[in-house]
Nanobody, 129 residues
Framework: QVQLVESGGGLVQAGGSLRLSCVAS????????MAWFRQAPGKEREFVAA????????TYVDSVKGRFTISKDNTKNTVLLQMNSLKPADTATYYC??????????????????????WGQGTQVTVSS
C-alpha cells in the first residue's frame, strides 16, 4: 500500500516559481516510476511530467518543456516538480502518481493515466496575471 502526499502549491504571479513536493510511503521508492498530472476546472486531467525509477529518463508535456523540471530524491522518498516562468494557463490542481510495478512499459505509456496505480490528493496551483 502506497500513500502519496503533495505539497508546495500556492498563489503566484505570472513569471514566478513554485516547487511541488510529493512524499511517498512505500519502502521501495527508488524503484517507482513517478509522474505529475494536473486538472483545471472543467477540463480533463492531463499529463505534465514523468520520471523513471532510476531518474535517468524524464519526459514532459510540450507546454511545460523548458519551464518545469521533475526530479526524485530517493533518500527522502520524494518526487519534486520545479515550476518556473509560470503562466496563468498552469493554474490547476496538481497530482502526483506512481507506478509500483517494475514490469516493462514504453516511454509513451509513462504519459498515460492508466499505468499509474496510486495517486495523491492534489495541491492547488494558481497563477495570476
Amino acid at each position: 500500500q502506497v500513500q502519496l502526499v503533495e505539497s508546495g502549491g500556492g498563489l503566484v504571479q505570472a513569471g514566478g516559481s513554485l516547487r511541488l513536493s510529493c512524499v511517498a510511503s512505500g519502502r521501495n521508492f527508488s524503484s517507482y516510476r513517478m509522474a505529475w498530472f494536473r486538472q483545471a476546472p472543467g477540463k480533463e486531467r492531463e499529463f505534465v511530467a514523468a520520471i523513471n525509477w532510476l531518474g535517468s529518463y524524464t519526459t514532459y508535456v510540450d507546454s511545460v518543456k523548458g519551464r518545469f523540471t521533475i526530479s526524485k530524491d530517493n533518500t527522502k522518498n520524494t518526487v519534486l516538480l520545479q515550476m518556473n516562468s509560470l503562466k496563468p494557463a498552469d493554474t490547476a490542481t496538481y497530482y502526483c502518481a506512481t507506478r509500483t510495478s517494475r514490469s516493462y512499459i514504453s516511454d509513451y505509456e509513462l504519459t498515460t493515466l492508466y499505468v499509474y496505480d496510486y495517486w495523491g490528493q492534489g495541491t492547488q496551483v494558481t497563477v495570476s496575471s
